[in-house]
């Protein structure tokens, strides 16, 4: 298995403004704000300038809607259009159709990836105008109250109090306190919602596969709460071809819930995190069966038929099986040659 072949479907999804679409697939070639930040991250530590391009055409987007942003920072959205929009056509422009766009999640990656960008010297920030829009968008998340707002979440769908969405605003605000004005209050009001409710997700869920993001890429729960999490997904949400969103998830559920492929590595990823490297190691085998020889990496598969859906590739499930795999080869070069 070459693994810089997922680079280049990777690619294959870049768009000529910098972004990516989630899929090639006529259902899903759309832009996600969300699945941009998470595509992006195998070129965080790397030479190219994609890391830099992509945040440049989300900015450039914030700067189409900024008039919107301007509203929201004074006054709460009330209808879900009135948010700022989670889905994007391939012209990075709002699409006129009704969607569960409350996904505050998507502002805190967005953030989150701004500042990360920033602390590994990518030039991410052009001028005082992108600057602006992070204050911007800081701002949108207070008048939101973000650590008591109800939203769609990251699978967009039942409006309630979210702990991945808090823990996204969380991380995007402490990323980004350098570059703008951020009040300590502001973070500790976020801070105090997830003490409330983690290791739950929210009051329907007891476990999610969204919470592994505050293990993984974010980093914002201490290790006793995170163990509590990683056991709860592991334990119930783990399948044969990747992890369950949650129990009773009704998406391509055609007698059992769908397997969502980058559920895996993910796991691996968050082991990797909590410095539990021999279990990390038991997600690459389950990782690479899942991986076709041409990397093209289906978003799920649906439950109780076993077969991938048409949402294939799927950007998000390429970059974080390569940044998994491409982490443990790095581990194991190291364990071999005494560096660490």
């Known amino acids: 298995m070459k693994i810089n072949d997922a680079l280049e479907v990777l690619d294959r999804m870049r768009l000529p403004n910098g972004a990516y679409t989630a899929s090639i697939s006529k259902d899903y070639n759309f832009v996600w704000i969300r ?18 391009k992509a945040y440049h055409a989300l900015f450039d987007l914030f700067k189409r809607y900024e008039w919107k942003i301007d509203i929201h920072r004074e006054q709460k959205p009330v209808h879900l259009f009135e ?44 001028d005082d105008k992108d600057l602006d829009i992070v204050q911007k968008l800081v701002d949108y998340l207070e008048c939101l109250q973000y650590w008591q707002a109800h939203d769609n979440g990251m699978w967009e ?5 979210h702990a991945s969405s808090v823990g996204a605003c969380v991380a995007g605000l402490h990323s980004v306190k350098m570059l703008v004005n951020v009040r300590d209050e502001l973070i500790q ?18 476990t999610d596969l969204a919470l592994l993001s505050l293990i993984y890429p974010y980093r914002i729960v201490e290790r006793k709460t995170a163990l509590k999490i ?20 009704q998406y391509y559920n055609e007698g059992s819930e769908a397997e969502w492929c980058f559920g895996l590595p993910w796991l691996g990823l968050c082991y990797f995190e909590l410095g539990m ?15 076709p020889n041409n990397w093209e990496i ?28 491409n982490r443990m080869s790095h581990r194991a070069s190291t364990q071999l040659t005494g560096n660490d």
């Open 157 to 161: 769908e039942n409006i309630e109090l």
């Open 35 to 52: 699945d941009v930040v998470y595509t992006v991250l195998p070129y965080l530590q790397n030479s190219s300038d994609r890391y830099e």
């Open 83 to 126: 948010y700022i929009h989670a889905r994007y056509s391939t012209e990075l422009k709002e699409i006129p159709q009704e969607w569960g766009h409350a996904q505050n999640d998507a502002i805190g990656a967005f953030l989150w990836g701004v500042g990360e960008g920033v602390s590994n010297g990518r030039k991410v920030i052009r």
């Open 277 to 291: 490297y021999e279990k990390a190691f038991e997600y690459v085998l389950k990782t690479e069966r899942l991986i």
């Open 230 to 249: 990683i056991e709860r997904v592991t334990q119930r949400l783990e399948r044969e071809n990747g992890c369950i969103r949650y129990a009773n998830d």
């Open 189 to 206: 009001k976020g801070e105090e919602t997830l003490r409330f409710i983690l290791p739950r997700e929210s009051a329907t869920k007891d």
């Open 298 to 325: 289906p978003e799920l598969y649906i439950g109780g038929k076993n077969i991938p859906n048409g949402n294939t590739p799927l950007a998000w499930s390429v970059a974080l099986s390569y940044l998994f795999l």
